[in-house]
């Protein structure tokens, strides 16, 4: 028999990470779910099922971080790994500072990409992985007005380095998914957000729902995408 699979879920917390949870746990995978301070929800999804396990680490506090604390933390084995973080500061262009913008950096794209390259060394040696950045629709507009600090962290998490040509050899795969404007606290809450006049812009004229989301990340991270490597690809309604 096939050995279950593991998937790291950063950001598990998230209402779009609830959802991604429980898609991995109907396809019978191993799920490690990460979350900040929040894990009400997978607690919950932890009583019903023995195949997921909750890691609790604060991203954002990068002052304290260091290698050696990341590699004991997440230095294991993952099928596939979904880095869906989301630090959000309320931040604008003018109104940002260094330490703001270095923090949401760290927090969203920085630790993320430390270890993805812990995870990806495994991955290369089993022949199989799936690597998946969740950013947002944000970048194309370069970000809202008080989401500067997000977007610009979102677009260096975009960035994939050209190893991944040596990856697609042995059949690790990494793509970036752009998510557009959804159904979340997260978006609910930020601050600044007419959403009644955003979502006129999208050509779907409405939201997406977490769950359409996590469908798409599904077929991206797991063995359903056999091929699709290198690449950026929105689900944001058609903006």
């Known amino acids: 028999m096939n050995k279950k699979k ?14 991604v949870v429980k898609d991995f746990l109907n396809l019978n995978w191993n799920v490690t779910a990460h979350f900040n301070k929040n894990s009400k929800k997978l607690k919950i999804i932890q009583r ?9 680490f604060n991203f954002a506090n990068y002052n304290s971080l260091t290698e050696n604390l990341i590699y004991k ?18 931040k604008s262009f003018y109104g940002t500072n260094l330490k703001n913008t270095l923090k949401s950096l760290s927090a969203n794209a920085l630790i993320p990409i430390f270890i993805e390259r812990l995870v990806v060394k495994k991955m290369l040696n089993q022949k199989f992985g799936r ?6 629709i944000g970048i194309k507009f370069g970000g809202g007005t008080y989401t500067y600090n997000y977007a610009l962290a979102k677009h260096s998490l975009e960035f994939i380095p050209s190893s991944f040509k040596d990856w697609a050899k042995k059949n690790v795969l990494i793509n970036n998914l752009r998510i557009g404007i959804t159904n979340t606290k997260a978006h609910k809450r930020t601050k600044g957000k007419n959403l009644s006049s955003r979502i006129k812009l999208i050509p779907m004229n409405r939201m997406a729902e977490p769950k359409e989301i996590s469908s798409c990340i599904i077929n991206l991270a797991t063995e359903k995408n056999s091929y699709m490597t290198g690449q950026t690809i929105s689900i944001s309604g058609g903006e």
Do not use: R, W
């Open 6 to 19: 593991h998937v790291l879920i950063l950001g598990g917390s998230s209402d779009i990470g609830v959802e």
């Open 48 to 56: 019903k099922s023995k195949n997921l396990k909750l890691t609790q």
């Open 73 to 90: 933390k997440f230095n294991k084995k993952y099928d596939s790994i979904i880095n869906l973080i989301c630090y959000l500061d309320s």
């Open 131 to 136: 690597i998946l950045n969740c950013t947002s």
